[in-house]
C-alpha cells in the first residue's frame, strides 16, 4: 500500500511555490524512486519520501553521488547528507573520492571530487557500484561520472556552470545537455548558482563568497526530496549566507 505522505517538511516554512516552478519540465517523471524504513526500526522518521507528487514509489536501496570540483564542498555535502540518513535509521555505506591532482585547475576533470552513499532499509556492505542519481556541479563532474550511473538514473545538473568555457575545459565539444549525451537518463537541470545567490542575497555578501553556499543549496534540496533531517547541519557556527543556501530550496519547494 502506498504510504500516507506527510504535508510538508517538518519545520519547513512553507510558500507559494515548489520545486516545479524552478524547473523547464514537471519533475515527477524524473524523480528516483524511494526508499522503505527498516521494517524493524522504531522511528518513524526513518522513512524515506519524494514528496512531489501523491503517488510514492518506493525502493529498498538508493546511491547517491555528489561531484563537483575540488573546493566546491561536495565531501561536505555528502558528510552532512550521511549524518542526516544515519540520524534517521537507514544503514548506509559511503565511499569519498577525491581528485587525482592536488590544486588541479577549476573546471578541469583532474580537479573532480565526489562523495558517494548507499543508504538502504537493510544492513549494507559496500558504498555500491552504479549511483542512482548523480548530482554533477559542472561540466567536468559530469564528464568523470556519468559513465558510472545506472541505466536511466537521474542526472541533477547546475545548469549555471555549464559555460562555453568550462564546457571546453571539461573536454567536450558541445554541450552534453544539448546534444544527447544525457538522453538515456532522466535529466533534472536546475541553475543551482542562480538560485544560491538569490537564496543569499539579504546576508550582503559578495557574489563569490555566495556561490560557496551553493553545496549547501544541493544539500537541502536532496534532504528535501528523501526527507532528511535539516536540523543537524543547522548549527550556531554555520555562516549566515551558508544557512540561507540549506534553508531556500526547502522554503521555495514545500
Not at 506527510?6 to 523547464?24: I, N, W
Not at 550521511?82 to 573546471?107: C, H, V, W, Y
Not at 557556527?237 to 522554503?251: A, C, F, I, S
Request: aromatic residues 6%.
Amino acid at each position: 500500500t502506498t504510504p500516507s505522505v506527510p504535508p510538508r517538511f517538518p519545520g519547513a516554512v512553507s510558500d507559494d511555490g515548489d520545486l516545479r516552478t524552478l524547473l523547464p519540465q514537471p519533475l515527477s517523471s524524473h524523480l528516483p524512486e524511494t526508499i522503505n524504513p527498516r521494517p524493524s526500526e522504531p522511528n518513524p522518521h526513518s522513512r524515506v519520501f519524494v514528496w512531489m507528487s501523491k503517488a510514492v514509489r518506493e525502493r529498498e536501496r538508493i546511491v547517491v553521488r555528489f561531484a563537483g570540483d575540488s573546493g566546491d564542498g561536495m565531501q561536505l555535502t555528502g558528510t552532512q547528507f550521511t549524518q542526516s540518513t544515519a540520524l534517521m535509521g537507514n544503514d548506509l555505506a559511503t565511499f569519498p573520492d577525491f581528485p587525482a591532482e592536488i590544486r588541479a585547475p577549476a573546471g578541469t576533470t583532474f580537479g573532480v571530487s565526489a562523495f558517494q552513499i548507499n543508504f538502504a532499509s537493510y544492513d549494507i556492505m559496500t558504498p555500491g557500484d552504479a549511483p542512482d542519481v548523480l548530482v554533477a556541479m559542472n561540466p567536468a563532474a559530469l564528464k568523470v561520472h556519468l559513465r558510472d550511473l545506472a541505466p536511466g538514473g537521474t542526472v541533477i545538473v547546475n545548469t549555471g556552470a555549464f559555460t562555453d568555457r568550462n564546457i571546453e575545459k571539461a573536454g567536450y565539444k558541445s554541450n552534453p545537455l544539448e546534444d544527447g549525451s544525457v538522453s538515456s537518463y532522466r535529466v533534472i537541470p536546475i541553475d543551482i548558482s542562480k538560485l544560491t545567490l538569490a537564496a543569499v542575497e539579504k546576508s550582503g555578501v559578495s557574489q563569490k563568497e555566495g556561490l560557496r553556499a551553493k553545496n549547501l543549496w544541493t544539500l537541502g534540496l536532496l534532504c528535501w526530496m528523501y526527507d532528511r533531517d535539516r536540523q543537524p547541519t543547522i548549527r550556531p557556527q554555520l555562516p549566515d549566507h551558508g544557512l540561507q543556501g540549506l534553508e531556500q530550496p526547502v522554503r521555495r519547494l514545500v
